[in-house]
């Protein structure tokens, strides 16, 4: 009587598919190490200074190595934007929702994007140099970036309405006017601390959120 086919995979099968997930596991690592390098290179001369050759000087790869993870500098520079989101998201949005919502946690949300604002005035914003290299043009990169802004422009309102409906902020406050003024405080830090290398800048945008919330508070109820 033949012997029966055990359908198990054989060993060599079994290290032919370990083999292959350790490549790929590798493989993935190699790739982010690129875009973390990138990162680094473009926050200090932006989207557009990425080049495949920097990135393959600084990693010490060839071209093709390099290449072979992207496919295209345009593909390169969309990761490096995700990459960037990422790094906000877990620096300034997650820790301020253990804030209680409201006043609060929009509080939380502007003092972690300040914390972040006040080290990149020495590298650079990603979503500052890349509006100016991006705002009139079309295409993935513009699309990723804009993505990645509106993304956090619509945490920041979902805290100004939930103020509102706990009663922290006046009723009539239009969420997209005080948003509008407290990315400007972001916007003229940038300007004033990294071009113009104005002293007390920080303090004058902390303050400047300061007035914001006191000229959107709800007013307290009056003595019976």
Same mark, same amino acid.
């Given at each position: 009587?033949?012997? +029966?086919?055990? !359908?198990?995979? +054989?060993?060599?099968? !079994?290290?032919?598919?370990?083999? *292959?997930?350790?490549?790929?596991? /590798? ?8 875009? =973390? ?5 473009? +926050? ?19 071209? *093709?190595?390099?290449?072979?993870h992207f496919g295209s500098r345009e593909e390169l520079q969309v990761s490096v934007i995700r990459? &960037?989101?990422?790094?906000? =998201?877990?620096e300034v949005f997650y820790p301020a929702m253990s804030a209680p919502r409201g006043v609060q ?17 020495? *590298?650079?914003?990603? &979503? ?15 699309? $990723?970036? $804009? ?9 920041? /309102?979902?805290?100004? /309405?939930?103020? /509102? ?25 940038? &300007? ?10 920080? =303090?004058?945008?902390? +303050? ?5 919330? $006191?000229?959107? $508070? ?7």
């Amino acid at each position: 009587m033949p012997a +029966t086919t055990s !359908s198990s995979p +054989t060993p060599r099968a !079994s290290r032919g598919r370990a083999g *292959s997930a350790r490549a790929l596991q /590798k493989g993935q690592q190699t790739k982010q190490a690129i875009i =973390e390098a990138a990162l680094g290179l473009a +926050t200090h001369i932006g989207l557009e200074g990425l080049s495949i050759g920097a990135l393959a000087d600084v990693m010490g790869m060839s071209k *093709s190595g390099v290449f072979a993870h992207f496919g295209s500098r345009e593909e390169l520079q969309v990761s490096v934007i995700r990459e &960037y989101h990422h790094c906000f =998201e877990q620096e300034v949005f997650y820790p301020a929702m253990s804030a209680p919502r409201g006043v609060q946690r929009l509080r939380a949300l502007f003092d972690n994007w300040m914390k972040r604002t006040s080290i990149e005035i020495d *590298s650079g914003c990603i &979503y500052i140099s890349g509006a100016i290299e991006f705002d009139d043009r079309t295409g993935p990169v513009r699309d $990723a970036l $804009a993505h990645s802004v509106l993304t956090w422009h619509a945490a920041m /309102k979902r805290a100004i /309405k939930q103020a /509102k409906e706990l009663g922290q902020l006046r009723s009539d406050v239009v969420e997209d006017q005080m948003l509008f003024e407290v990315h400007g405080l972001i916007l003229a830090l940038h &300007y004033e601390a990294r071009f113009l290398k104005n002293p007390g800048s920080i =303090e004058r945008a902390l +303050t400047g959120f300061d007035n914001i919330l $006191a000229r959107f $508070a709800a007013q307290p109820p009056a003595a019976g």
